[in-house]
């Protein structure tokens, strides 16, 4: 349990690709296991490409932490018998949480690469392969997602993907807690009630944070951007800056009643633990 019971914590990992970076991850997992998260997630390469690498991180993690380990499972390029396949090696290995994705297709890929067009599809063959077998998470937009027609159409959509079987939802990340909050309203008007808890992604570097920015659709506020522009030279300053904006969004989340924190690691431990730190979720008593 963390030193604030009522919220659920996560941390996700890609998967390594070097020997080293396994080792780097192992350790990084290890360091944040003092959160006690409910579950640690693998992220799944568009179109299955990191499939081997996320079974083998999920795995590891499973056999050799007491804390849950969940596979991110991207659908667009796959067929219908590769899914099931990957549901069946999951459920073997005792794993009950799956985060359910579409992904993205290639650029300028028009129609379907598989068996599968949207997120909600997936989620609806889980159910009806594995019944209740696993917790699945799917993605969700405060900020609404790149391709979305409109607002009305994508909260549709997400309606769809919890109808068909999903359990809590992980937001893409945010920098301002008001797409949050009313994106959670419009979800109540709904009537959709599952927990929607926010991905968290720590600030440590100004050019990926633009790049990884421009690819999901995540707005970074003016304000904010010309702040990390001016400190870009300067990596320690701009990291105490970042840590500074992030945990008081967190703060401001928790204190606005989200049901968790879902920290996206880029298999890095420091600026979460210093984050939780600040926030008073590390509970000494329960670190070991
Ligand atoms: P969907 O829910 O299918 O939505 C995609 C788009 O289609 C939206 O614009 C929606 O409005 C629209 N739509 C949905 N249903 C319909 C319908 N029936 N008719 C018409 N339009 C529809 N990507 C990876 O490749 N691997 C990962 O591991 C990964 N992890 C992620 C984890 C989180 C927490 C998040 C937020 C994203 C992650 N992504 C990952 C990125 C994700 O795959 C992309 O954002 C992708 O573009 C959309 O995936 P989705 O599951 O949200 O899709």
Not at 74 to 103: D, F, M, P, W
Not at 120 to 131: D, K, N, P
Request: charged letters at 20%; proline letters at 5%.
């Amino acid at each position: 349990m963390t030193a604030h019971p009522t919220l659920t914590l996560s941390c996700e990992f890609f998967p390594p690709r070097t020997e080293q970076g396994s080792l780097k991850l192992r350790q990084t997992r290890q360091e944040l296991e003092v959160l006690q998260p409910a579950f640690f997630s693998v992220t799944f390469g568009a179109g299955g490409t990191t499939q081997e690498k996320t079974i083998e991180t999920v795995l590891d993690i499973q056999q050799n932490s007491r804390f849950e380990a969940a596979p991110h499972l991207s659908c667009i390029a796959s067929t219908q018998e590769g899914i099931r396949q990957i549901l069946k090696n999951y459920q073997t290995h005792h794993i009950k949480r799956i985060v359910a994705l579409r992904g993205d297709a290639p650029s300028g890929w028009v129609g379907r690469l598989g068996d599968f067009a949207f997120a909600s599809e997936l989620v609806q063959f889980i159910r009806a392969e594995t019944g209740d077998h696993f917790h699945i998470e799917v993605a969700a937009y405060p900020e609404f997602h790149p391709q979305a027609r409109t607002t009305r159409a994508d909260l549709d959509f997400f309606k769809q993907k919890v109808e068909a079987g999903a359990n809590s939802a992980i937001t893409q990340y945010f920098y301002n807690p008001d797409a949050y909050f009313r994106f959670l309203d419009s979800c109540a008007q709904k009537n959709i009630t599952i927990p929607i808890v926010p991905g968290i992604m720590p600030i440590n570097n100004y050019e990926q944070l633009v790049r990884f920015s421009d690819t999901c659709g995540a707005e970074i506020p003016r304000w904010l951007k010309l702040r990390l522009k001016d400190l870009e030279e300067d990596k320690t300053a701009l990291q105490d800056f970042g840590l500074d904006v992030v945990t008081q969004l967190c703060d401001h989340l928790i204190r606005g009643g989200a049901p968790g924190l879902h920290f996206y690691t880029l298999n890095q431990a420091h600026a979460i633990l210093e984050i939780a730190q600040r926030l008073g979720l590390l509970n000494p008593s329960s670190s070991t």
